[in-house]
Nanobody
Framework: QVQLVESGGGSVQAGESLRLSCETS????????MGWFRQVPGKEREGVAA????????YYADSVKGRFTISRDNAKNTLYLQMNSLKPEDTAMYYC?????????????????WGQGTQVTVSS
């Protein structure tokens, strides 16, 4: 059983930064593909960023390229998402996800393990 716990969300002004963290209980955390997703009410869960086992390669949605950075610390079983230059359209519930095998790294259906989410609100 894999447990994921996100933290670091909050309310910020446009242009500011936040860093999300996702602590994982997986015994062999380093073997898991990890991703960040976000969802707003009434819309599908959207892939934001993903990272392979060793920390690379990384993948990003076009909407966040150049602003967000995904990273992982396998010694701490923790995934991060550094979010810079935040925009109001980044407002969403952010989730981290994990799985041992992933076909499409930015597709939510590729992952079986999910956290409860952390809310990010960006005001203009």
């Amino acid at each position: 059983q894999v447990q994921l716990v996100e933290s670091g969300g909050g309310s910020v002004q446009a242009g500011e930064s936040l860093r999300l963290s996702c602590e994982t209980s997986a015994y062999y955390y380093k073997n898991y593909f990890m991703g960040w997703f976000r969802q707003v009410p009434g819309k599908e869960r959207e892939g934001v960023a993903a990272v392979w086992r060793g920390g690379s390669p990384t993948y990003y949605a076009d909407s966040v390229k150049g602003r967000f950075t995904i990273s992982r610390d396998n010694a701490k079983n923790t995934l991060y998402l550094q979010m810079n230059s935040l925009k109001p359209e980044d407002t969403a519930m952010y989730y981290c996800a994990a799985d041992l095998r992933v076909q499409d790294v930015l597709r939510a259906s590729s992952y079986n393990f999910w956290g409860q989410g952390t809310q990010v609100t960006v005001s203009s």
